[in-house]
C-alpha cells in the first residue's frame, strides 16, 4: 500500500508541485502588474508632486502671465493714444472754446491724469488663525476671513457718494464702465488679476470722503468683521495724489444671441 493510502491529508511529491504551479504564475503576475504600477507612478510624477493638480497650476499661472501681457498693452495703449493726440493738436482746425471742452470731457471720463488731496483706504485678508475677539460672535469661517466683492464695491461707492473726484483700484483708474469683480479671494479688473492688500484711493475733499466711508451700512457691516475677526481696514489722508488717466479700451463688450 502507497504513502498516500496510509496518511489520506499527505500527497506524492509531483502532485504537490503540480498543485503549486498555479500559484506561482499568479504570484509572479501581481508581481509583475505592482512593479507595472510603480513604474507608470514614476514616469508620470517624475519627481513631482502628484497630489497636486498641474491643471490648476497652469491655469494660474496662464491667467498671471495674461494679467501681465494686458498691463502692457495698456501702456501701450496709453502712449499710442498720447502721440496721436500731439499729433492732432498740431492743425486739427479746432477752436479754443472747443479744445477747452475737449478737455473738459476727458477729465470727467477718466482718461486724462488727476492731482489732488484725497483718501486711501486698504482692505486685507484677516489672519488664518483668527479666532472671535468679542463675546456672543461664532467662530469664524473661512469665508468670514477674506475680502469680498462686495467690501470693495461698497468703498468704491461710497467715494463717489462722498464726492470724488476720481478713483484708482490698485494703480488703475475707474471710469464710468468699470466693473469690480473677485473671483475666489483675488480681485479681476479691467482684465488685469491683484491679490490682497487692496488700496483704493480716490481724489476729494478728504473730509467728505471720510463722513461719506462712515455713514455707508454696507462698510459699518465689514467694520463688525474688522473688530471681530481682523479684517483689516486701514484709512490714510497722504496728501495730494495723483491719479493716473485710464488707458484702456472705452469699447463697451456685451454678450449677443447665438445664432
Known amino acids: 500500500m502507497s504513502n498516500s493510502a496510509d496518511f489520506p491529508g499527505k500527497e506524492s511529491s509531483p502532485a504537490r508541485r503540480r498543485r503549486l504551479r498555479p500559484v506561482r504564475v499568479l504570484t509572479a503576475g501581481v508581481f509583475a502588474l505592482a512593479g507595472l504600477i510603480f513604474f507608470t507612478s514614476f514616469d508620470t510624477a517624475r519627481g513631482t508632486d502628484i497630489r497636486t493638480d498641474a491643471s490648476l497650476l497652469k491655469l494660474s499661472d496662464l491667467i498671471h502671465e495674461r494679467s501681465r501681457k494686458n498691463g502692457e498693452l495698456e501702456e501701450s495703449n496709453g502712449a499710442l493714444r498720447d502721440d496721436v493726440e500731439s499729433l492732432a493738436e498740431r492743425d486739427d482746425g ?3 472754446a472747443e479744445d477747452d471742452k475737449l478737455a473738459g470731457l476727458e477729465k470727467r471720463a477718466g482718461t486724462q ?12 485678508d484677516a489672519p488664518p488663525d483668527a479666532t472671535a475677539k468679542l463675546p ?7 469665508d468670514y ?7 470693495l464695491q461698497a468703498v468704491v461707492n461710497a467715494m463717489w457718494q462722498g464726492g470724488a473726484e476720481g478713483i484708482k483700484v490698485m494703480d488703475q483708474r475707474l471710469i464710468s464702465t468699470s466693473a469690480v469683480r473677485c473671483v475666489g479671494n483675488t480681485l479681476i479688473l479691467q482684465g488685469r ?3 490682497p492688500p487692496y488700496k ?8 467728505k470722503l471720510r463722513k461719506a466711508l462712515t455713514a455707508s451700512p454696507a462698510i459699518q457691516n465689514y467694520m463688525v468683521y474688522v473688530n471681530v475677526y481682523g479684517l483689516g481696514w486701514q484709512v490714510e489722508q497722504p496728501g495730494t495724489v495723483t491719479l493716473p488717466g485710464y ?6 463688450h456685451y454678450a449677443e444671441p447665438v445664432e
Open 113 to 124: 491724469e488727476l492731482k489732488g488731496e484725497g483718501l486711501t483706504v486698504t482692505l486685507n
Open 94 to 96: 479746432r477752436t479754443r
Open 200 to 207: 483704493i484711493t480716490a481724489v476729494g475733499d478728504p473730509e
Open 193 to 195: 488679476v491683484y491679490s
Open 136 to 142: 456672543g460672535y461664532p467662530e469664524p469661517q473661512p
Open 247 to 252: 488707458t484702456g479700451t472705452v469699447d463697451l
Open 145 to 151: 476671513l477674506v475680502i469680498h466683492q462686495q467690501d
